[in-house]
């Protein structure tokens, strides 16, 4: 799976858009791009995913470049729960045995008042 | 839709005891959970891979005789903590794949985790 690389962190204020960039390179043609956050002591929570176009749900917005090379999750409207760790994980979806995820440092953002 | 348990949240036990954790899939079937193990300012480890029916599979370190993981249904995970050490303090995570439905192309969802504290 490619090796993604995010700003360990930034801040945000509330109301205005988050917009969290990821570096993956090295994507091959058939690796998904996803996001995961994780709010303090609870479990990770899936945003969105996407290939190669841009995609939303009530979530968010994933935008990937052309080159697929880099993408931007986009919180429209960042409220102070949205403050999180992000993960942006790129892989190949496996529908046998295996399909491990590779949990990076993520991006800490923090949305202030 | 697409929800994961964990079940206790929190349990502090006795150096020497064992815990059982247990992980389920409550709205889809999983034949293949993770188990992780996350601690303070850190991000989260794979322990294990869970597969439904057979032995799980270990990442390099995780003692396999120490965490023991039993996947006995399609929607049930287990991880019991032997002969538990303060060490193992930690909090653990579950999560289970969706590749049932095309549309989720393999994402994985994640419980809400249970904190482990040994005295």
């Known amino acids: 799976d490619a090796k993604t690389t995010q700003p360990p962190s930034m801040d945000c204020a509330e109301g205005r858009a988050a917009n969290l960039p990821c570096n993956h390179s090295t994507i091959s043609g058939n690796e998904y791009v996803y996001w995961y956050r994780q709010i303090h002591s609870q479990g990770p929570q899936y945003i969105i995913h996407?290939?190669?176009n841009n995609e939303t749900n009530e979530m968010a917005s994933l935008i990937i470049t052309e080159d697929r090379k880099s993408s931007t999750l986009i919180l429209p409207h960042a409220t102070l729960r949205d403050t999180a760790v992000y993960y942006c994980i790129v892989r190949v979806p496996r529908y046998n045995q295996g399909g491990k995820l590779i949990f990076g440092q993520g991006t800490e953002l923090s949305v202030k008042p | 839709g697409a929800v994961v348990s964990q079940h206790p949240s929190w349990v502090i036990c006795k150096s020497g005891t064992s815990v059982k954790i247990e992980c389920r899939s409550l709205d889809f079937q999983a034949t293949t959970m993770f188990w992780y193990r996350q601690f303070p300012k850190q991000s989260l480890m794979l322990m294990a891979t869970s597969n439904e029916g057979s032995k799980a599979t270990y990442e390099q370190g995780v003692e396999k005789d120490k965490f023991l993981i039993n996947h006995a249904s399609l929607t049930l995970s287990t991880l019991t903590v032997t002969s538990a050490h303060p060490e193992d303090s930690s909090f653990y995570i579950c999560s289970a794949r969706d590749i049932v439905r095309q549309a989720a192309k393999d994402t994985q969802y994640f419980g809400p985790g249970t904190r482990l504290t040994v005295l």
């Open positions: 996407g290939l190669k």
